[in-house]
């Protein structure tokens, strides 16, 4: 079992940068992706991005150029357990509940979801 918390969400205004951080617990060690989706009422949850053990990446059209994904290189961070979606740029369109998830051994995990509101 893996459980995901998600933290850093919030009002910004547009332009401005948030940074989201994601932090696994429990089976952490057959952990081997962990990625971000967000999800507006009424909309189907869709990707942003994600970051392998391996500190492969991958993005959206729409983060591309904008959100940038990494993992904590803290010398005791062996496993890939906590990881950050830095957010440049922020446009209105950007509002959503953004949500962690995390790749393991037959299971993908999926943490509460933390808010961010982009407006003056």
């Known amino acids: 079992q893996v459980q995901l918390v998600e933290s850093g969400g919030g009002l910004v205004e547009p332009g401005g940068s948030l940074t989201l951080s994601c932090a696994a617990s429990?089976?952490?060690?057959?952990?081997?992706?962990m990625g971000w989706y967000r999800q507006v009422p009424g909309k189907q949850r869709e990707f942003v991005a994600f970051?392998?053990?391996?500190?492969?990446?991958?993005?959206?059209?729409?983060g591309k150029g904008r959100f940038t994904i990494s993992r904590d290189n803290t010398k005791n961070a062996v496993y890939l357990q906590k990881v950050y979606l830095q957010m440049n740029s922020l446009e209105p369109e950007d509002t959503a509940v953004y949500y962690c998830?995390?790749?393991?051994?037959?299971?993908?995990?999926w943490g509460q979801g933390t808010q961010v509101t982009v407006s003056w």
């Open positions: 998830n995390a790749y393991s051994t037959n299971m993908v995990s």
């Open positions: 429990g089976s952490i060690s057959s952990i081997y992706l």
């Open positions: 970051i392998t053990n391996l500190g492969s990446t991958n993005y959206s059209d729409s």
